[in-house]
């Protein structure tokens, strides 16, 4: 089994020209994620494949670094961080040595400041843009959406997480499983710690409760992928469904990373797509709330992407009603919502006085889900302990929550003569209007002006303008009969809007009026292609359309599908 295993990467290595990544998968440090990647690059060494190690921690255990023997290793780079040196990942060392396969251990690290990329999960990102395969190690319990869950089940803040999506991408998954006992058995021996910590781990983060409850995550995980993947294939399952799941953010609401990691795990299980929204009522206007509460709001939404929502700003007056009203044109079945803070007595009137309230009253059709956000956990949260695989440290890729999209691809909806490129820095009504222009032709609108103003009006309405460098401004308009998309690249980002990162790519999506299934299955294909690190820095170096259609076409070209083991 383990043998064939290795022979599918094998045969996905040879058929592809662009990286792939294989997870191993496990609950635990000492379940044997680390020897078994090693163990499958001796394999593929003797099948002849280019094989370097890039990153390996052995943690003292001796089996490790004696089965990494036979391996070369690709030497780490040193820095000097707060008077200390620390040993990282030598990102350019591997691109510049360029093996087929590179082993690269602990994908959840995170990086020392000044390092290439915050997250080794980005630096991997990295490396398979560059066409180099990848076999990596991680725990469950590093999954972004798992936070809340692993502190509640298991006592533990974990401090290093990574993005849904990037388990999502894997292209295959291995799941390494261990009884509790045989673990345990493995700890007593001293093959997981030294001596002297095997004692507290025995008793703490290694009790029986505790690795059972994170084998159920890993063993839970590995279903919902493999029910993703199946989902994924066309003929199983077609066309969208009214069932998008929504998640409601405030200015000022407790706990919102808890509220959108249970909307993260929701959209995962159902296989939809989710949507992260934010009403700016008048008194929350960005000139109006000071810059603490600003903060507070671009960090939520910036969570929101990582874990793979696609994030509105949405204006009104009347909150519920925005909502409401946002859920009917996006087809959302589940409205995710924390429970509201006490007021103090001069807010308890008028139209946003119980917001869960006046959605419970009005939904229809719509399952309202409201999270007690203020309870107070009844356990201790332990540190972890510096050293253990819990320890130190978003996002949308194919993310969870995606559609089966019908065979609808972007490269379908787009033509070189519909993407546009600005080499300088750029106004957004400039971009907004040359985008209307270049894709009017194919909308049988026949007044230009009106098409443009009715998308202007959509974005005052909502901005799809947010910090992760894309915008995805979209309207319905009558008389289409099926979706046109229109692709913006600004090297140089857009003049007058403020975000933190760079507006480089705007996607402008026209939907028929009467198929508002269209809408959400394109913008949950735009979605993807925005969150798919590989793509993005391809489009970065695109000179002309035909070079930018050209790599959208090569990137949503099917491949072989992705397995899960």
Known sequence: MVEDRANAFLRMIRRSQRGRLKLYLGYCAGVGKTYQMLQEGHRLKNEGIDVAIGLLETHGRTEIAKLAEGLEVIPRYRQEYRGVTVEEMDVNAILARKPQVVLIDELAHTNVPGSLNPKRYQDVQDILADGIHVITTMNVQHLESLYNTVEKAVGVKVRERLPDSVLAE?????????????????????????????????????????????????????????????????EEESGTTPDQVMVCLSSRGPNSEKLLRYASRLAGKLNRNWYAVYVQTPSEEATVIDTQIQRFISDTLTLAKQLGAMVFTYKGEDVADTILRFAKEYRVGHIVIGRSNPKPFWKRFGKNKDIVKNLIKSARGVTVIVLDTLEEESFTIKPVAEGSEVTPPITPTRETAAQPLDHLTLSRLLSPRRIVIWEQPVKQEVVLRTLVEAVWKDTGVSNIEELFSGVIRREQQGSTFFNEGVAFPHIRITGLSTSVVALGLTKQGVLDVSAEKPIEIVFLILSPIQKPDTQVQVLGLASRAALSRHLLQSLRTARTPEEAMKMIYHWEMPNEKSECI
Request: aromatic share 4%.
């Open 170 to 234: 894997a292209d295959q998954i291995v799941d390494v499983d261990l009884t509790t006992e045989d673990l345990r058995k493995r700890l007593e021996d001293g093959k997981i710690y030294p001596k002297g910590r095997i004692e507290a781990a025995l008793t703490n983060f290694f009790k029986t409760s505790n690795l059972g409850k994170l084998r159920e995550l890993a063993l839970r995980e590995l279903a919902s992928q493999i029910d993703l993947r199946r989902r994924e294939t066309p």
